[in-house]
């Protein structure tokens, strides 16, 4: 029968999560059981967890899919956008789109 493997990526490594920490600012993180960095955002998320840090994890892989037996996929019904947008709403602050506009002028 057909074998899937995945390949860890070790973002923690590579101290990438050290500098998002350093810099304190919002980081939203959806990641999924069978996406190739994982395991490396588990840690990084129970190293250096602190407020504006958020971390999503569920059961489909890198693309947001579903896997089930034998390797088939389906899409997944998480709500990425909902997530993100209440994420932004939490973090952003409600004049930045003005400022934005005002400094890009």
Request: aromatic content about 10%; some cysteine; glycine content about 6%.
């Amino acid at each position: 029968g057909e074998t899937h493997s995945v390949v860890e990526l070790d973002l923690h490594a590579t101290g990438v999560f050290q500098q998002i920490a350093d810099s304190k600012i919002p980081w939203l993180n959806i990641s999924g059981w069978y996406c190739p960095t994982a395991s490396s955002l588990l840690r990084a998320f129970a190293t250096y967890s602190r407020p504006g840090l958020r971390f999503v994890m569920g059961p489909w892989n890198h693309h947001l899919q579903h896997v089930r037996l034998k390797g088939e996929t389906v899409d997944s019904q998480f709500d990425t956008v909902g997530e993100t947008l209440r994420f932004l709403e939490q973090h952003v602050p409600a004049h930045a789109e003005s400022a934005a506009v005002t400094n890009s002028e």
